[in-house]
């Protein structure tokens, strides 16, 4: 439970700032929401992969994997 408040504040954060930077403008919360949550997916599954030592041809099960942990949220 803690991990999914913690995963949603995250993109929370990345989404505010991506609209920020982009000069806030309206109607748009939905793109900023996604753009957030792809970079934090990016995020989780490239540090998953170092940890996992950089396997090759293995990218595809880490970026499943860390869509996976977003999508509990």
């Known amino acids: 439970m803690q991990k999914n408040k913690a995963i949603a504040e995250r993109l929370r954060q990345t989404a505010y700032f991506f609209w920020e930077q ?3 403008p309206d109607g748009r919360a939905n793109e900023y929401w996604l753009r ?3 970079a934090l997916q990016r ?3 490239y ?3 170092l940890a996992d030592g950089a396997p090759l041809g ?3 099960k ?3 994997d860390a ?3 977003l999508d509990e949220d």
């Open 22 to 24: 982009d000069g806030r």
């Open 36 to 38: 957030a949550k792809q």
């Open 43 to 45: 995020e989780l599954a």
């Open 47 to 49: 540090d998953r992969w």
């Open 58 to 60: 293995r990218s595809e």
């Open 62 to 64: 880490f970026w499943h």
């Open 67 to 69: 869509g996976s942990v």
